[in-house]
């Protein structure tokens, strides 16, 4: 091999290397703004954020946030599949190593009350979002919509693994079931963080035991309350 192909070679090597690092810098600073986009999102919701209050959150130009998103709705989007994937990682996949049936709903509901119990002070972007794009069409609601869809199918899918494990009868409506555990979600952040009810997450706990025990064929352990029980309803 010539030494000006070693030359060639070791530029194209060299020329590799600085793209890979300033892709891989590039990645980092777009995550970094959109760790800041969802802190300001919990608190002002979607649709108070903008490339310009971003810009001054991070130290940037205006131009140098523009780069990474190309639009103010692509960095509400972007921000909507940050919030799911750390719902995610919060919520779902830690039910997954519990058994399949009660154990899996209750620690997902456990996980969900954990969750929900500090955005009552910084706010939840599925609730807020809904508010702010209920009537809008569009990428953005969309987003939205789509996320709250997947968790509550995963919610479903535990609720009939109860049914066909045993644990709740035959009969059971896993889509009432769901709709009814939703509820109790979306009225606790209601009495909690609007009208500041006091003991609003045990009152969502035992309207959550009761809708079990409801449903329940035969007592079946608790483990995510205490080392309780629910028991089949007279």
């Known amino acids: 091999m010539s030494v000006s192909s070693i030359s060639v070679k070791s ?133 939205l919509a789509d996320s709250v869809r997947i968790w509550l199918a995963a919610m479903h899918r535990a609720v009939v693994q109860a049914t066909q494990a045993g644990h709740f009868h035959q009969q059971t409506d896993a889509h009432q079931v769901v709709f009814e555990v939703h509820g109790l979600i979306l009225a606790l952040h209601y009495e909690a963080r609007f009208l500041k009810t006091p003991g609003s997450i045990a009152r969502a706990k035992t309207a959550f035991a009761n809708m079990m025990a409801r449903h329940a064929r035969t007592a079946v352990p608790d483990p995510a309350f205490s080392g309780s029980s629910f028991s089949k309803p007279a």
């Open 11 to 143: 530029v194209r090597t060299s020329a590799a290397t600085g793209t890979s690092k300033s892709a891989q810098k590039g990645q980092q600073t777009k995550a970094a703004i959109v760790e800041a986009a969802l802190g300001l999102a919990t608190q002002i919701g979607l649709e108070g954020l903008s490339i310009g209050a971003l810009a001054e959150v991070m130290h940037m130009s205006k131009s140098g946030v523009f780069a990474h998103f190309g639009s103010r709705e692509e960095l509400q989007i972007s921000v909507v599949r940050e919030y799911h994937v750390r719902f995610e990682e919060e919520v779902f996949f830690p039910a997954l190593h519990k058994p399949r049936g009660l154990p899996r709903l209750h620690a997902m509901f456990d996980s969900w009350m954990n969750r929900t119990s500090v955005e009552i002070d910084s706010g939840c972007i599925y609730i807020s979002g809904a508010v702010e794009f209920d009537d809008r069409p569009g990428p953005v609601r969309d987003a």
